[in-house]
C-alpha cells in the first residue's frame, strides 16, 4: 500500500541509451512532481504536472520527457543518456487542487538512482 | 544559488542533545516546510509553518520562522540515534517548492 511508488528502485545503463522511470500514486492526489538529487544531495525540480497538465518545466534539456496518462501516473523517459545524467530522481505528489494553490506537503517516493557509464 | 541555504552543512552531536540547524531563503514565501532524508529513502515531511507564523511545534521538533531576517530554524531535543538523517528546508512560493542544500546529522549513541 505504498503511496508513491516509483520503478525501478536502481537503472544501470550505457551513455547513449534511452530509459524510463515510472511513478504512480494511490493518494488520489492532484498534483505530481520529478525532482533529480546529485551526489552533493542537492535537489531541484524538474516538472509538475495538475490533473495531467504540464504547470511547472524548469531548464531541463529537452532529452527529458515527462509523461501523465492520468492524474495518478507521472512518468519520465530519457533519451541519449549522458554521464552528467547520473543521480537520484524522485517522483513526488501533493493534495494541491490547482496550478496556483500553494503547496503544503509532499510525499516523494524511495527513489531511483540512475547509474549512466 | 538554492532558494533555501542550510547551515550548518554537517552537524554530529550525542544522544540526548539537541540539534539546530538553520535554513535562509531569498524570496517571499507562502510557508516553509522541513523534510528528514534517511539515507537511501526519499523525503518524508516534517512540520510546516506558515508565513504569518512565528514558531510551531510538533513532539520533539520546534520550528520558528523570521520572514523579515528570511531565516527558519528547526530544533530537535533529546535527540536518538533514530534521528540520524538529513533534513531540508523548503519554501514554497506561487505553488513551487524549493528545497534548501540540507543539513547532514549523526547522532551518536
Same mark, same amino acid.
Given at each position: 500500500?505504498?503511496? #508513491? !511508488?516509483?520503478?525501478?528502485?536502481?537503472?544501470?545503463?550505457?551513455?547513449?541509451?534511452?530509459?524510463?522511470?515510472? =511513478?504512480?500514486?494511490?493518494?488520489?492526489?492532484?498534483?505530481?512532481?520529478?525532482?533529480?538529487?546529485?551526489?552533493k544531495?542537492?535537489?531541484?525540480?524538474?516538472? !509538475?504536472?495538475? &490533473?495531467?497538465?504540464?504547470?511547472?518545466?524548469?531548464? #531541463?534539456? &529537452?532529452?527529458?520527457? $515527462?509523461?501523465?496518462?492520468?492524474?495518478?501516473?507521472?512518468?519520465?523517459?530519457?533519451?541519449?543518456?549522458?554521464?552528467?545524467?547520473?543521480? #537520484?530522481?524522485? =517522483?513526488?505528489?501533493? $493534495?494541491?487542487?490547482?496550478?496556483?494553490?500553494? &503547496?503544503?506537503?509532499?510525499?516523494?517516493?524511495?527513489?531511483?538512482?540512475?547509474? #549512466?557509464? | 544559488?538554492?532558494?533555501?541555504?542550510?547551515?550548518?552543512?554537517?552537524?554530529?552531536?550525542?544522544?540526548?542533545?539537541?540539534?539546530t540547524?538553520?535554513?535562509?531563503?531569498? @524570496?517571499?514565501?507562502?510557508?516553509?516546510?522541513?523534510?528528514?532524508?534517511?539515507?537511501g +529513502?526519499?523525503?518524508?515531511?516534517?512540520?510546516?509553518?506558515?508565513?504569518?507564523? +512565528?514558531?510551531k511545534?510538533?513532539? +520533539?521538533?520546534?520550528?520558528?520562522?523570521?520572514?523579515?531576517?528570511?531565516?527558519s530554524?528547526?530544533?530537535? @531535543?533529546?535527540?536518538?540515534?533514530?534521528?540520524?538523517?538529513?533534513? /531540508?528546508?523548503?519554501?514554497?512560493?506561487?505553488?513551487?517548492?524549493? /528545497?534548501?542544500?540540507?543539513?547532514?546529522?549523526?547522532?551518536?549513541?
Amino acid at each position: 500500500d505504498t503511496a #508513491v !511508488s516509483q520503478t525501478p528502485k536502481y537503472l544501470v545503463t550505457q551513455m547513449g541509451n534511452d530509459k524510463s522511470i515510472k =511513478c504512480e500514486q494511490n493518494l488520489g492526489h492532484d498534483t505530481m512532481y520529478w525532482y533529480k538529487q546529485d551526489s552533493k544531495k542537492f535537489l531541484k525540480i524538474m516538472f !509538475s504536472y495538475n &490533473n495531467k497538465e504540464l504547470i511547472i518545466n524548469e531548464t #531541463v534539456p &529537452n532529452r527529458f520527457s $515527462p509523461k501523465s496518462p492520468d492524474k495518478a501516473h507521472l512518468n519520465l523517459h530519457i533519451n541519449s543518456l549522458e554521464l552528467g545524467d547520473s543521480a #537520484v530522481y524522485f =517522483c513526488a505528489s501533493s $493534495p494541491r487542487q490547482s496550478r496556483y494553490a500553494t &503547496n503544503e506537503k509532499l510525499f516523494f517516493g524511495s527513489g531511483t538512482q540512475l547509474s #549512466v557509464l | 544559488s538554492q532558494q533555501g541555504e542550510e547551515d550548518p552543512q554537517a552537524l554530529s552531536i550525542q544522544e540526548g542533545e539537541n540539534a539546530t540547524m538553520n535554513c535562509s531563503y531569498k @524570496t517571499s514565501i507562502n510557508n516553509l516546510q522541513w523534510y528528514r532524508q534517511n539515507s537511501g +529513502r526519499g523525503l518524508v515531511h516534517l512540520i510546516l509553518i506558515r508565513s504569518n507564523e +512565528r514558531e510551531k511545534h510538533s513532539g +520533539r521538533l520546534r520550528v520558528t520562522l523570521d520572514t523579515s531576517k528570511k531565516s527558519s530554524s528547526l530544533l530537535i @531535543t533529546a535527540s536518538r540515534a533514530a534521528d540520524t538523517a538529513s533534513y /531540508f528546508c523548503a519554501t514554497d512560493n506561487a505553488g513551487k517548492s524549493t /528545497f534548501g542544500d540540507g543539513t547532514t546529522l549523526t547522532v551518536k549513541p
